[in-house]
């Protein structure tokens, strides 16, 4: 157990629709990153976060956007889905994102767009 | 861009070889690279860091190399054993500021018996 807690595990949902996934980091950590997975792409990176703030940007769509709030949670908040946005989303937590400390991973959402 | 390529996408080997992974990198020149293992439908998880100034590291049956000049990293298991087989990942910053960590697309590795 990384202790990067990641809900929902599982969504499935239509085209169209507006989704929100939570991510609550290793207790201590600062520093949240969002990665997107689909079946034949690696990690993309999307956005990082620390400490509240912007850090980061990516990859990251429009119709994506993310928070981190004062007690660090963050949250993914993906809109008017599409059949490509179907992936697993990893939230990712380290002490406090710089060079030498490693990242810890949640078990992913499993977002299915139908 | 800054862009990171694994050598291969699957490498099978027999239980008890070797196993060598390769990650390039290209315009960039990162103080830290990390590998990560990743399960099918499981988040990575961090195996070891090397710095620019470490040439080699170790852990257990690990080993990692980092060679600056030639912008790559070798990721080497000894004695290979089938529970090794998984999807390994390396990973580093985009920027010195120490944001940003990316991910090549791994090698997947099956060990056979």
């Known amino acids: 157990d990384s202790g990067v807690t990641q809900t929902p595990k599982h969504l499935i949902t239509a085209t169209g629709q507006r989704v929100t996934l939570r991510c609550s980091p290793r207790?201590?950590?600062?520093?949240v990153y969002w990665y997107q997975q689909s079946l034949d792409q690696g990690l993309q990176f999307l956005i990082q976060y620390y400490n509240g703030e912007e850090r980061a940007k990516g990859n990251i769509l429009e119709r994506f956007s993310a928070q981190q709030f004062p007690d660090l949670h963050s949250e993914l908040n993906l809109s008017s889905l599409e059949l490509g946005d179907s992936a697993l989303y990893f939230c990712?937590?380290?002490?406090?994102?710089?060079?030498?400390?490693?990242?810890?991973f949640g078990q992913g959402t499993r977002l299915t767009v139908v | 861009s800054q862009k990171i390529e694994q050598n291969s996408e699957a490498l099978n080997i027999q239980e008890g070889k070797t196993a060598t992974l390769t990650c390039n990198y290209t315009n960039y020149s990162p103080a830290y690279l990390q590998w990560y293992r990743q399960d099918p439908g499981r988040g990575p998880v961090f195996l070891l860091l090397?710095?620019?100034?470490?040439k080699e590291k170790r852990k257990e049956r690990l080993k990692v190399t980092f060679d600056t000049t030639l912008k790559q990293s070798l990721f080497h298991i000894t004695a290979s054993q089938p529970a090794d087989s998984a999807t390994y990942l390396c990973?580093?910053?985009?920027?010195?500021?120490?944001?940003?960590?990316?991910f090549g697309k791994g090698t997947t590795l099956s060990v056979s018996s």
């Open positions: 207790s201590g950590d600062l520093s």
């Open positions: 990712a937590s380290s002490v406090d994102g710089v060079l030498n400390t490693e990242a810890f």
């Open positions: 090397i710095r620019e100034n470490e």
């Open positions: 990973a580093l910053h985009l920027n010195q500021a120490g944001t940003a960590l990316i």
